[in-house]
């Protein structure tokens, strides 16, 4: 049974909608996550560690906890024998179940499995991921009690082999997950430090996150679009992984930086992206704005003006420095750039706490009709 891809947006859910739902459905019913590449499917186990206190990481695909082990299993890659097998017991003539210790089962402490891209394992392995997803099963051995389960793949319609055997599809809870927009990545993308040019960029250039499930996106040749025959395109992977990039450019100079930009978010993103990064040589930094806000040069490129009010988002770390800086904010021309810079101010949790508190942020929240910014 191939499965289709999201109806509307009231079949969608967000991200941080399932680090809620997983650990209280997985116990009893296996959540199944699909969704389009590069979303942040993949990064659920990180979050549901970060969630309980833990700081899980990718080190022979398990980490062990006080509370839980965690699991990353790539299904694709896993066959029969990574389960177990049967081994001859002489005296008896008989087959014993000997389980194999991926899981670390013995252990007896509650597991979190993410068993990763399941939909695109070969049809044995389906099989048995079943008996796990439904009856908590690993191969002929019990799961230890408060084990949590949980699957991701990508939508039928993505074009890149995930289909689900039709007895399966019933016994488990099919989420869509949303595909983040701008307005969601970017204070994610703050608190995991992703370069600032990007992420200005991407203010900037809003469409390079939508959906080829959105309609209307033809003509948008910075998504993913299936069949297309493109591997390198922008998603909120891809942008996280061009990070690298944009932050060693110095040392890889323009042709192999626009290369290896091309080679991660696609070459109509790298085209206009280095565009972009060239302009850094017109921004002023935050501290000399700070000094000077009043009479500081604003840009008369919105993509450098920009660049500044990202940088300052990372600068900015007393009221006095805020109080400032948005002297030199309440001169911009730009509504639309205002409105970037206070949303991802107050999206983002440490910003929040500084806006939240400075009593020139308040006023423009009054005055733009914006005070929902200012509740958490």
Not at 16 to 24: K, T, Y
Not at 42 to 63: H, P
Not at 225 to 236: A, E, M, Q, R, T
Not at 345 to 361: I, Y
Request: glycine fraction near 6%; include cysteine; hydrophobic fraction near 45%.
């Amino acid at each position: 049974m191939a499965l289709t891809k999201a109806l509307s947006f009231e079949t969608t859910v967000m991200i941080n909608e399932l680090r809620v739902a997983i650990p209280l459905l997985g116990e009893t019913i296996t959540p199944v996550i699909i969704s389009e590449p590069g979303v942040g499917k993949s990064s659920l186990l990180a979050m549901l560690a970060e969630d309980n206190g833990d700081q899980w990481r990718r080190a022979g695909d398990k980490f062990d906890t006080d509370k839980y082990e965690y699991v990353f299993l790539d299904c694709p890659l896993r066959d029969v024998m990574d389960m177990g097998a049967y081994i001859p017991v002489h005296e008896g003539k008989t087959l014993e179940y000997y389980v194999s210790g991926l899981l670390d089962l013995k252990s007896g402490k509650p597991k979190i499995v993410m068993l990763d891209e399941m939909m695109k394992a070969p049809k044995m392995m389906q099989i048995l991921f079943t008996r796990l997803m439904l009856d908590r099963m690993w191969g002929e051995v019990a799961m230890p009690k408060g084990s949590i389960i949980f699957a991701t793949s990508n939508n039928a319609s993505d074009g890149v082999g995930d289909a689900m055997l039709a007895h399966a599809g019933n016994r488990v809870v099919i989420l869509h997950m949303q595909k983040p927009d701008a307005k969601t990545w970017l204070p994610w993308a703050a608190e995991h430090k992703i370069a600032r040019a990007i992420r200005a960029w991407v203010a900037m250039n809003p469409r390079c996150l939508a959906s080829y499930l959105d309609g209307g996106q033809e003509d948008n040749s910075y998504i993913f679009k299936p069949n297309n025959g493109v591997l390198s395109f922008v998603s909120p992977r891809s942008l996280a992984k061009a990070s690298v990039v944009v932050d060693n450019q110095a040392k890889l100079g323009k042709n192999m930086t626009r290369a290896a930009l091309a080679g991660t978010i696609g070459m109509s993103a790298a085209h206009d992206m280095a565009a972009f990064l060239t302009l850094e040589k017109e921004v002023m930094s935050t501290k000399d704005v700070i000094a000077n806000p009043d009479t500081v040069h604003i840009p008369e490129k919105t993509a450098a003006l920009c660049m500044m009010l990202f940088n300052a988002l990372d600068d900015l770390v007393t009221q006095d420095d805020l109080s400032s800086f948005m002297k030199f904010v309440n001169r911009i021309p730009s509504s639309e750039l205002q409105n970037i810079f206070f949303t991802t101010l107050m999206g983002t949790a440490r910003t929040f706490k500084l806006g939240k508190n400075n009593e020139s942020v308040k006023e423009w929240c009054k005055k733009s009709d914006n005070l929902a910014l200012l509740m958490n």
